[in-house]
């Protein structure tokens, strides 16, 4: 058994001046001034956060939960609510903790954590039977292949997704959730399932009964609609935001927004607590335990220019405006706290599409869309750089490494036609039969959405090598028509075959370019995140630099360096890890208490 666990409930009868988690259902508005002490602190309101108070609650302890945004939530609503489980309880019979092992070992190039690694495969587990034993509804996601699917060990099914979650319970606290990631809306107002995402993407097979599903029971749902536009129904993110709060409702634990972390304070014997501003007003909140779990720096400039290997933006980044900005890395360093990893994100490919009011909207994600026939990528050289179909995180290394190599790439184009662009949708951009150029915003087209009659005049207008460019294209259209390609193994892997057009042959992620118009829009190095931060043990410790734990003082998620290094293992890798560490993080936290 790993030195995380605490295998029975633990209460020590601590005091902390923090009435209102004591059981119960009342929906008391506890305000920061009230409370003045409590067993553990937890920094953040993401699942990581929620899943730290939850279980420090179980075991008995004295938990507030802050927030320093007006909304909670984090960077978990923006996600897919995916968590990458190995041999969860629907896999026992396929899966195995060595194969789990031999896989992150494998696409860590032996640069992870051993002790770490163990951990996770040991307890994540058990964290989601947690998590479903407080009400959060979990599915197996069929066919949801690993990242490096070519790798030993690979899987599919690791995907545990959270089923759709009705928020009229929260009562008026669905209001102060943070609104979900923008492209997960269509037209605004349906909030897309987990289960209609694909057949809408694609007009797959039951396409038109889940459309038909969204609408009708967005119109149905008569009282609501007369409260508010927004859907009650919640999916992804916000649908497991939505099971954890309600949890944290049934159990009274305070969530104080507008509090933002200021300094981690210490006495002789560890952590005392934590200084926070409420609203501009600065006061003490004493706890023998803190809990980091405030994401990382994506949102600070700054920093972001300090660390990262290349410069990208933060308008780029695919994380909440404003909200990462690296407060909890800094507090910690402020107490002699190291840090590792600080090189590396969760990168992702993102676009930057205006709002209707000409106003900036959070960029938009390209996750799937790479993936589909039709379309490819390039550098402003007008050369392909990458298998267009493989997952974010290495489409992302992918632009770097092509960056340092022709110093062409960041941002880099991706290419298509009218095919392409009548069948599918490009992130929150709906497909031609849906939405045809005639309708977009005037300012897009040869501004955000470049379009041409011939390769030549799209090259002109992109400033690309035309030459290059349709040699480039004329190739693309080669592989179409043989179903292989030479250059980069495009629809080899099962991960890319799992995001192509199974309609489409002889390999459903490769198809000509052939057919004008043709399109061309620019593609940044966006990310989910920074991966770097404050570095901890296997019991989710915050190390100072001597390699000692800080004592009380624990962090997860984006607030410390990854698990994965420089790798990205499977969907729902992030929340996984940093929901686990948690979970493991307040088991010894608990336990330490006890012996006190």
Same mark, same amino acid.
């Given at each position: 058994m790993?030195?995380?666990?605490?295998?029975?409930?633990?209460?020590?009868?601590c005091?902390?001046?923090?009435?209102?988690?004591?059981?119960?259902?009342?929906?008391? =508005?506890?305000?920061?001034?009230?409370i003045?002490?409590?067993?553990?602190?937890?920094?953040?309101?993401?699942?990581?956060?929620m899943?730290?108070?939850?279980r420090?609650?179980?075991?008995?302890?004295? $938990?507030?939960?802050? =927030?320093?945004? !007006?909304?909670?939530?984090?960077?978990?609503?923006?996600?897919?609510?995916?968590?990458?489980?190995?041999?969860?309880?629907?896999l026992k019979?396929?899966?195995?903790?060595?194969?789990?092992?031999?896989?992150?070992?494998?696409?860590? @190039?032996?640069?992870?954590?051993?002790?770490?690694?163990?951990?996770?495969?040991?307890?994540?587990?058990?964290? !989601?039977e947690?998590?479903?034993?407080?009400?959060?509804? #979990?599915?197996?996601?069929?066919?949801?292949?690993?990242y490096?699917?070519?790798?030993?060990?690979?899987?599919?099914?690791?995907? #545990? &997704?959270?089923?759709?979650?009705?928020?009229?319970?929260?009562g008026? =606290?669905?209001?102060?959730?943070?609104?979900?990631?923008?492209g997960?809306?269509?037209?605004?107002?349906?909030?897309?399932?987990?289960?209609?995402?694909?057949?809408?993407?694609?007009?797959?097979?039951?396409?038109?009964?889940?459309?038909?599903?969204l609408?009708?029971?967005?119109?149905? *749902?008569?009282?609501w609609?007369l409260?508010?536009?927004?859907?009650?129904?919640?999916?992804?993110?916000?649908?497991?935001?939505?099971?954890?709060?309600?949890?944290m409702?049934?159990?009274?634990?305070?969530?104080?927004l507008?509090?933002?972390?200021v300094?981690?304070?210490? &006495?002789d014997?560890?952590?005392?607590?934590?200084?926070?501003?409420?609203n501009?007003?600065?006061?003490?909140?004493?706890?023998? $335990?803190?809990m980091?779990?405030?994401?990382?720096? %994506?949102?600070?400039?700054?920093?972001?220019?300090?660390?990262?290997?290349?410069?990208?933006?933060?308008?780029?980044?695919?994380?909440?405006?404003?909200?990462?900005?690296?407060?909890?890395?800094?507090?910690?360093?402020?107490i002699?706290a190291a840090?590792?990893?600080?090189?590396? &994100?969760?990168?992702?490919?993102?676009?930057?599409?205006p709002?209707?009011?000409?106003?900036?909207?959070?960029?938009?994600?390209?996750?799937?869309?790479r993936?589909?026939?039709?379309?490819?990528?390039?550098?402003?050289?007008?050369?392909?750089?990458?298998?267009?179909?493989?997952?974010?995180?290495?489409?992302g290394?992918?632009?770097?490494?092509?960056?340092?190599?022709?110093?062409?790439? #960041?941002?880099?184009?991706?290419?298509?036609?009218?095919?392409? @662009?009548?069948?599918?949708?490009?992130?929150?951009?709906?497909?031609?039969?849906?939405?045809?150029?005639?309708?977009?915003?005037?300012?897009?087209?040869?501004?955000?959405?470049?379009?041409?009659?011939?390769?030549?005049? #799209?090259?002109?207008?992109?400033?690309? %090598?035309?030459?290059?460019?349709?040699?480039?294209?004329?190739?693309?259209?080669?592989?179409?028509?043989?179903?292989? %390609?030479?250059d980069?193994? @495009?629809g080899?892997?099962?991960?890319?075959?799992?995001?192509?057009?199974? @309609?489409?042959?002889?390999?459903?992620?490769?198809?000509?370019? *052939?057919?004008?118009?043709?399109?061309?829009?620019?593609?940044?190095?966006? *990310?989910?995140?920074?991966k770097?931060?404050?570095k901890?043990?296997?019991?989710?410790?915050?190390? %100072?630099?001597?390699?000692?734990?800080?004592?009380?003082?624990?962090?997860?998620g984006?607030?410390?360096?990854?698990?994965?290094?420089?790798?990205?293992?499977?969907p729902?890798?992030?929340?996984?890890?940093?929901?686990?560490f948690?979970?493991?993080?307040?088991?010894?936290?608990?336990? !330490?208490?006890?012996?006190?």
């Amino acid at each position: 058994m790993m030195s995380g666990i605490v295998p029975a409930r633990i209460s020590k009868g601590c005091k902390g001046n923090c009435a209102a988690s004591d059981g119960g259902e009342s929906n008391k =508005e506890i305000g920061v001034a009230e409370i003045t002490s409590a067993d553990m602190v937890v920094v953040g309101s993401g699942l990581a956060g929620m899943m730290a108070a939850l279980r420090g609650h179980e075991l008995g302890l004295k $938990v507030v939960l802050i =927030e320093k945004a !007006s909304h909670y939530g984090g960077t978990s609503v923006f996600s897919g609510g995916g968590i990458w489980i190995p041999n969860h309880r629907w896999l026992k019979c396929t899966d195995t903790p060595a194969k789990a092992l031999t896989y992150l070992r494998a696409i860590t @190039r032996g640069q992870g954590d051993e002790r770490k690694f163990q951990v996770f495969i040991e307890m994540a587990p058990i964290m !989601s039977e947690f998590a479903m034993s407080l009400g959060a509804q #979990l599915f197996m996601l069929e066919g949801g292949p690993d990242y490096f699917s070519e790798f030993e060990g690979a899987m599919t099914g690791r995907q #545990l &997704s959270p089923r759709d979650y009705v928020a009229k319970p929260l009562g008026d =606290e669905f209001h102060r959730m943070r609104l979900a990631y923008p492209g997960f809306y269509v037209a605004g107002r349906y909030h897309l399932s987990i289960d209609a995402l694909g057949p809408l993407m694609n007009r797959s097979k039951g396409w038109i009964r889940a459309a038909f599903k969204l609408v009708v029971g967005y119109w149905l *749902d008569w009282p609501w609609r007369l409260k508010t536009k927004r859907d009650s129904r919640l999916s992804m993110g916000a649908a497991f935001i939505g099971y954890m709060r309600k949890a944290m409702q049934e159990r009274n634990i305070p969530l104080l927004l507008n509090t933002r972390l200021v300094s981690l304070e210490e &006495s002789d014997t560890g952590i005392a607590g934590v200084r926070v501003s409420h609203n501009g007003n600065e006061r003490m909140i004493a706890a023998p $335990v803190v809990m980091l779990a405030a994401g990382g720096f %994506d949102q600070n400039q700054a920093m972001r220019d300090a660390f990262l290997p290349v410069r990208t933006e933060t308008a780029n980044s695919l994380t909440p405006p404003g909200g990462n900005t690296g407060d909890a890395i800094r507090a910690g360093q402020a107490i002699g706290a190291a840090i590792e990893n600080m090189g590396h &994100s969760w990168w992702c490919p993102s676009l930057r599409l205006p709002a209707h009011n000409n106003m900036s909207e959070p960029a938009g994600q390209l996750i799937f869309e790479r993936a589909r026939p039709g379309a490819m990528c390039v550098n402003r050289l007008g050369r392909r750089f990458v298998n267009e179909a493989c997952s974010y995180d290495r489409f992302g290394h992918a632009m770097i490494a092509d960056h340092e190599k022709t110093g062409a790439n #960041l941002p880099c184009w991706m290419i298509f036609d009218a095919r392409y @662009r009548h069948k599918y949708n490009l992130s929150s951009l709906l497909p031609g039969w849906l939405y045809p150029d005639t309708w977009l915003p005037k300012e897009y087209i040869d501004n955000i959405l470049y379009r041409a009659d011939t390769i030549e005049d #799209l090259a002109r207008k992109i400033e690309i %090598d035309a030459e290059a460019l349709n040699q480039s294209v004329q190739t693309m259209n080669d592989y179409a028509r043989t179903g292989k %390609d030479l250059d980069f193994g @495009r629809g080899d892997f099962i991960y890319d075959q799992a995001f192509g057009d199974k @309609r489409h042959g002889p390999n459903c992620n490769l198809g000509p370019i *052939d057919k004008a118009p043709f399109y061309a829009i620019r593609v940044e190095l966006g *990310d989910l995140g920074t991966k770097g931060g404050l570095k901890v043990d296997e019991c989710a410790r915050v190390l %100072d630099r001597a390699g000692a734990p800080i004592k009380g003082l624990y962090a997860t998620g984006n607030t410390t360096g990854s698990l994965f290094v420089d790798t990205y293992p499977g969907p729902g890798s992030t929340l996984a890890a940093s929901m686990t560490f948690a979970y493991v993080g307040v088991n010894h936290a608990a336990a !330490s208490l006890l012996d006190r």
